[in-house]
């Protein structure tokens, strides 16, 4: 797989080989600076119906057509340049004493609980401690109450780490009181309640261990990104990617439905419900075909809490700006730090997320045709199909979950944010370019990326990288 990056800039992460088409994409971001969009009219209905913000340069997109030399260098994978998978030399080996239970309560998305599923497993490891399958708390956002076994299997995941650290599913019947409610009702002696973030490893043994020692049990809430990413021990660092890219595997379904919509894009057939539910015979017969297709992966992240916490203005007029202000303090309660910037400056920062027509042009720009074949991983779009029209003109074999799989085959993780996005992700892990709209988790925890500078600031738009 390779990986172009998120598209906005902002903070990258860590990473590999940039590609080099700067040249093509600096000349399409000088119509980026004052950009201003409609919202969909199905939201606001006093609104006009959403319209192309840039019909000139949709046209131009729309009628050009990329060189094949131009392709294949586009589609060709990119040098290693030295990066290789870890081996471990030396079989880990668990300590002989444990020294407590640790619990971790995990906020956010599904990808922002899956980095903190790693630094969870990591702290345990520093601590010599016993690791209680981590919690995931019911995001208001997503609204998913899917459980930590609902999405990973937890077989493959205890077994994959039973070297590193002890794990149990549940907590034994003398710490069965140790409970997400129990915490929540008053300050307990046993719950670490300010661990910094990115909290080093000195941070948990000077403490969390003393905790652990008194009570047997230490809860960490909140525990999202409450562990450093540098100054760390190189074994605790590989044990977070073994985390990663080896125990957290999803459920049986969610893979099964994702080799369907692999299978699908590379050898594309009928629409999802003329196929019917047979992706398992499908999958089952799609090793012994050939020619396969090649797919890239969009992670749009255009939805509705992007679009509010990033208080820029989309155009919308003062319908809009009420709404999204009104679910910003709903949500964050006014604590969105870019609320005190005008639009004009959070735009020549570089703080407001692309909306789908920019990134298709941006994409046109980079070389990506009417040939290409999209998969849109998102969540719900802000604005709907309305919104996504300009892109699909661009990309009219552009699918989603819903255009490859059937009603049937989705049965199992509809309306679930957290399933949903696990099968974005597996998608996106086998693509062959993977494309982030904006910084983001999935990202994060998908690839990583180099980092590219421009006049001392990040221009994270042109980074391949691989797993």
């Known amino acids: ?8 800039q902002g903070q990258p992460s860590r990473g590999t080989t940039p590609l080099v088409t700067l040249p093509l994409l600096l000349s399409t971001l000088v119509f980026f600076s004052t950009f201003t969009h409609a919202f969909s009219s199905s939201v606001f209905p006093e609104l006009n119906p959403i319209k192309p913000r840039h019909s000139r340069l949709l046209r131009s997109a729309v009628q050009r057509e990329t060189p094949t030399s131009q392709l294949s260098e586009l589609w060709s994978p990119l040098e290693s340049q030295g990066w290789k998978p870890y081996v471990e030399s030396n079989k880990p080996t668990l300590p002989e004493k444990s020294e407590g239970y640790i619990q971790v309560f995990l906020d956010g998305g599904l990808n922002q609980q899956k980095m903190g599923i790693c630094d969870a497993v990591a702290v345990a490891k520093i601590l010599n401690a016993t ?5 995931l708390e019911l995001n208001p ?4 109450s899917s459980s930590f076994m609902d999405i990973f299997d937890v077989d493959h995941f205890i077994d994959v780490l039973k070297d590193d650290i002890s794990i149990v599913k549940e907590l034994p019947k003398e710490f069965a009181w140790s409970t997400r409610e129990y915490y929540g009702l008053a300050i307990r002696e046993t719950r670490i309640k300010a661990a910094p973030v990115h909290a080093s490893a000195y941070w948990y043994l000077e403490n969390v261990l003393p905790v652990l020692q008194s009570y047997g049990i230490a809860a960490i809430s909140p525990f999202s990104h409450r562990l450093s990413f540098d100054n ?3 074994d605790i660092q590989h044990l977070r990617c073994k985390v990663n890219f080896q125990a957290l595997t999803f459920v049986s379904h969610i893979r099964t439905l994702g080799d369907a919509l692999i299978s699908r894009l590379r050898y594309p057939q009928g629409s999802a419900e003329e196929m019917g539910f047979n992706y398992l015979q499908e999958v089952t017969g799609a090793g012994a075909r050939k020619n396969a297709g090649k797919f890239v992966v969009l992670h749009l992240r255009f939805d509705k809490d992007m ?8 155009g919308g007029g003062k319908a809009e700006k009420l709404a999204l202000a009104k679910y910003r303090q709903v949500i964050w309660q006014g604590r969105v730090l870019n609320s005190q910037f005008t639009d004009e400056e959070l735009r020549s920062q570089g703080r407001c997320p692309m909306t789908p027509e920019e990134v298709g042009l941006l994409l046109a720009a980079m070389g990506f045709d009417n040939s290409t074949r999209l998969y849109l991983a998102s969540h719900k779009v802000y604005g709907g199909e309305a919104r996504i029209s300009t892109l699909r003109e661009l990309f009219p074999r552009m699918e989603d979950k819903k255009s490859l799989a059937s009603s049937e085959e989705r049965s199992e993780i509809k309306g679930k944010a957290s399933l949903l996005a696990a099968l974005d992700y597996y998608v996106g892990l086998h693509s062959d370019i993977f494309i982030s709209a904006s910084p983001g988790n999935m990202h994060n925890a998908l690839v990583s990326c180099a980092r590219c500078f421009l006049d001392d600031s990040y221009l994270s738009l042109i980074c391949y990288g691989g797993y």
């Not at 690791?131 to 919690?135: D, E, G, Q």
């Open 1 to 8: 797989m390779m990986e172009l990056g998120y598209l906005n």
């Open 131 to 135: 690791l209680v399958i981590p919690y």
């Open 141 to 144: 956002v997503w609204r998913d």
């Open 307 to 314: 679009a509010a916490h990033s208080a820029c203005d989309f």
């Open 232 to 234: 760390l021990p190189v």
